[in-house]
């Protein structure tokens, strides 16, 4: 099968793979659909595909790195950022450190470096994992905000530590104080390539919007390079392109604030990014499938070469680190929780969250290894600079693939009924959200006034002008009483609010169905459909 029809057969896996998560009867996590059907693809291959480490690198982790800066939550981010740090960087360390010496003393055939690389690439966390497995159920806010921010750091941290134990495979040396101050250079430089080449295209869109007007698409596309462009200019001055991804989009996050873009680009690009990140997700995990056969089929080769001449041995090895990756984390999330709840003790106001062993052990299931793993593992040289194959280099990718499925279908068994009777607390939320409504509202009314002041209504019939003004007025009033109201009031103003919206959805539902049955019937050309569709469409998302 020929490159072009591999790839689109993976793509439409990733379909596929969708549609069959909806259509099964009992919940299986994507990512194990998506593995499958790319062992089915492998089956119908000559050979597995050919990867180019670096060209994988670069096409696949850039993105994805800057999606989980651009989209993780700035305020729970600095909230809880002593609990986060601990698991992104004090975590990373200890499961590099401890893990790499256990799985070198499991398996003599890997080597120290690659042992460690082995460690280094599945210490990283996949909260997009989680929260597939946990969509049925409902999670803790916080819990959820500190899994996101850990992995947005642990994905940077863990493929550094990664690269240094990539290179003294490579190498065959390590220094300490040399790794801390290459680590010190690759991270100052990176963040700042990440963050300064982020703002500068960021500021210079701005003001050419500002003067000549926005297009979407190419706002669209402009975000979809930025990342590429702070990985490609880091790693040419020497720093860390993966941090530097990260760190853009970090700064993507804060420049979204100012409101610059158009709600219409905001719209379509949000759509674009979902796209990229379903298709770059799925595409891994079908292209781990269509790997797997053929790494299986080494890595018993290397099992054997060890002295073990049952392949059963490479369950054993996947059992056994899981368990050391489940209870280092049970054990470090422990430690982190007390220390935070003494810390805070000692400050007034703060909060740490709470340390039940129920919680604990959700947030020891919770780390769940997926894409970063995947595409790190996958980057692991070939060859060494001799000429000779990167050592248990297939072993350590099965070990790696084992370590993803068997950390996706140990939380898509116990997380939901760890979970299951876990208080939600929501009042806090909600009060936020019914503040900001209540100013956005006055915000609204103050404005139409102006508006209405200043005489820029319709010349001809001001009457109408003034009707339509008070209509709007009146809802936002409405929207004000039913934040301010408590009681049965102020229940009955937000049923009402709600039973108006499911109508006027139902509305613009029935007005979409009428606008494609005329089209098909060819009572209006299609430019115009697609205008009126487009319009119902952008009503229908403000209503949702």
Same mark, same amino acid.
């Given at each position: 099968?020929?490159t072009l029809?591999?790839?689109?057969?993976?793509?439409?896996?990733?379909?596929v793979?969708?549609?069959?998560?909806?259509?099964?009867?009992?919940?299986?996590?994507?990512?194990?659909? /998506?593995?499958?059907?790319?062992?089915?693809?492998a089956?119908?291959?000559?050979?597995?595909?050919?990867?180019?480490?670096?060209?994988?690198?670069?096409l696949?982790?850039?993105?994805?790195?800057?999606?989980?800066?651009?989209?993780?939550?700035?305020?729970?981010?600095?909230?809880?950022?002593?609990?986060?740090?601990?698991l992104?960087?004090?975590?990373?360390?200890?499961?590099?450190?401890?893990?790499?010496?256990?799985?070198?003393w499991?398996?003599?055939?890997?080597?120290?470096?690659?042992?460690f690389?082995l460690?280094?690439?599945?210490?990283?966390?996949?909260?997009?994992?989680?929260?597939?497995?946990t969509?049925?159920?409902?999670?803790?806010?916080?819990?959820?905000?500190?899994l996101?921010?850990?992995?947005?750091?642990?994905?940077?941290?863990?493929?550094?530590?990664f690269?240094?134990?990539v290179?003294?495979?490579?190498?065959?040396?390590?220094?300490?104080?040399a790794?801390?101050?290459?680590?010190v250079?690759?991270?100052?430089?990176?963040?700042?390539?990440?963050?300064?080449?982020?703002?500068?295209?960021?500021?210079?869109?701005?003001?050419?919007?500002?003067?000549?007007?926005?297009?979407?698409?190419s /706002?669209?596309?402009?975000?979809?390079?930025?990342?590429?462009?702070?990985?490609?200019v880091?790693?040419q001055?020497?720093?860390?392109?993966? @941090?530097?991804?990260?760190?853009?989009?970090?700064?993507?996050?804060?420049?979204?604030?100012?409101?610059?873009?158009?709600?219409?680009?905001?719209? /379509?690009?949000?759509?674009v990014?979902?796209?990229?990140?379903?298709?770059?997700?799925?595409?891994?995990?079908?292209?781990?499938?269509?790997?797997?056969?053929?790494?299986?089929?080494?890595?018993?080769h &290397?099992?054997?070469?060890?002295?073990?001449?049952?392949?059963?041995?490479?369950?054993?090895?996947?059992?056994?680190?899981?368990?050391?990756?489940?209870?280092?984390?049970?054990?470090?999330?422990?430690?982190?929780?007390? &220390?935070? /709840?003494?810390?805070?003790?000692?400050?007034?106001?703060?909060?740490?969250?709470?340390?039940?062993?129920?919680?604990?052990?959700?947030?020891?299931?919770?780390?769940?290894?997926?894409?970063?793993?995947?595409?790190?593992?996958?980057?692991?040289?070939?060859?060494?600079?001799?000429?000779?194959?990167?050592?248990?280099?297939?072993?350590?990718?099965? @070990?790696?693939?084992?370590?993803?499925?068997?950390?996706?279908?140990?939380?898509? &068994?116990?997380?939901?009924?760890?979970?299951?009777?876990?208080?939600i607390?929501?009042?806090?939320?909600?009060?936020?959200?019914?503040?900001?409504?209540?100013?956005?509202?006055?915000?609204?009314?103050?404005?139409?006034?102006?508006?209405?002041?200043s005489?820029?209504?319709?010349?001809?019939?001001p009457?109408?002008?003034?009707?339509?003004?008070?209509?709007?007025?009146?809802?936002?009033?409405?929207?004000?009483?039913?934040?301010?109201?408590?009681?049965?009031?102020? &229940?009955?103003l937000?049923?009402?609010?709600?039973?108006?919206?499911? @109508?006027?959805?139902?509305?613009?539902?029935?007005?979409?169905?009428?606008?494609?049955?005329?089209a098909?019937?060819?009572?209006?050309?299609?430019?115009?459909?697609?205008?009126?569709?487009?319009?119902?469409?952008?009503?229908?998302?403000?209503?949702?």
């Amino acid at each position: 099968m020929a490159t072009l029809e591999i790839v689109l057969a993976m793509l439409g896996s990733v379909v596929v793979s969708g549609l069959l998560m909806r259509a099964l009867p009992i919940a299986i996590p994507l990512p194990l659909l /998506q593995i499958g059907l790319g062992a089915l693809i492998a089956t119908f291959t000559a050979g597995a595909v050919k990867l180019d480490p670096a060209i994988f690198f670069l096409l696949f982790l850039p993105p994805l790195l800057f999606l989980d800066g651009w989209r993780v939550p700035n305020e729970g981010l600095l909230r809880d950022r002593g609990m986060i740090l601990a698991l992104a960087l004090g975590l990373v360390v200890c499961t590099v450190l401890g893990m790499g010496l256990f799985i070198h003393w499991m398996i003599p055939a890997m080597t120290m470096p690659a042992s460690f690389a082995l460690a280094a690439i599945i210490s990283p966390t996949d909260p997009v994992a989680v929260s597939a497995i946990t969509n049925r159920t409902a999670f803790p806010p916080r819990m959820q905000h500190v899994l996101e921010g850990e992995s947005l750091l642990n994905d940077a941290s863990g493929l550094v530590c990664f690269r240094f134990a990539v290179t003294a495979a490579m190498t065959g040396t390590f220094s300490l104080s040399a790794a801390a101050l290459s680590f010190v250079h690759l991270a100052v430089a990176g963040v700042v390539v990440g963050v300064a080449l982020t703002f500068g295209i960021l500021w210079l869109k701005n003001q050419l919007s500002r003067r000549f007007g926005e297009e979407s698409g190419s /706002q669209v596309l402009l975000s979809l390079l930025i990342p590429f462009a702070a990985y490609m200019v880091a790693e040419q001055i020497g720093g860390s392109g993966i @941090l530097a991804a990260v760190a853009a989009g970090i700064t993507m996050s804060y420049m979204e604030l100012t409101g610059a873009a158009l709600g219409h680009t905001r719209m /379509q690009r949000a759509a674009v990014w979902d796209t990229v990140q379903f298709a770059l997700n799925g595409v891994m995990f079908v292209l781990l499938g269509e790997q797997l056969p053929s790494i299986l089929r080494s890595s018993v080769h &290397v099992v054997r070469e060890a002295g073990h001449h049952d392949p059963l041995w490479l369950i054993i090895y996947i059992l056994a680190i899981n368990a050391g990756l489940i209870a280092l984390r049970f054990v470090w999330v422990w430690v982190s929780l007390r &220390v935070g /709840q003494l810390l805070a003790d000692t400050k007034p106001g703060a909060t740490a969250p709470r340390s039940s062993a129920r919680r604990i052990a959700a947030m020891s299931l919770a780390g769940v290894r997926g894409t970063i793993t995947m595409a790190g593992v996958l980057t692991l040289p070939l060859l060494l600079p001799g000429g000779a194959p990167f050592p248990a280099r297939d072993l350590t990718i099965f @070990l790696a693939s084992g370590t993803i499925i068997l950390s996706l279908l140990t939380a898509n &068994v116990f997380l939901p009924r760890l979970l299951r009777g876990i208080e939600i607390h929501e009042t806090r939320r909600i009060k936020t959200l019914d503040h900001i409504r209540v100013i956005a509202a006055e915000a609204a009314i103050k404005a139409i006034q102006q508006q209405l002041e200043s005489g820029l209504g319709d010349p001809q019939d001001p009457d109408l002008h003034a009707e339509a003004v008070a209509r709007v007025i009146e809802i936002y009033r409405r929207r004000i009483d039913g934040s301010s109201d408590t009681g049965e009031t102020a &229940v009955r103003l937000r049923r009402s609010d709600e039973i108006e919206r499911q @109508l006027r959805l139902t509305g613009l539902r029935a007005e979409r169905d009428t606008v494609f049955a005329m089209a098909r019937a060819q009572q209006m050309s299609d430019e115009v459909s697609r205008h009126l569709v487009r319009e119902i469409d952008l009503m229908e998302e403000r209503l949702s």
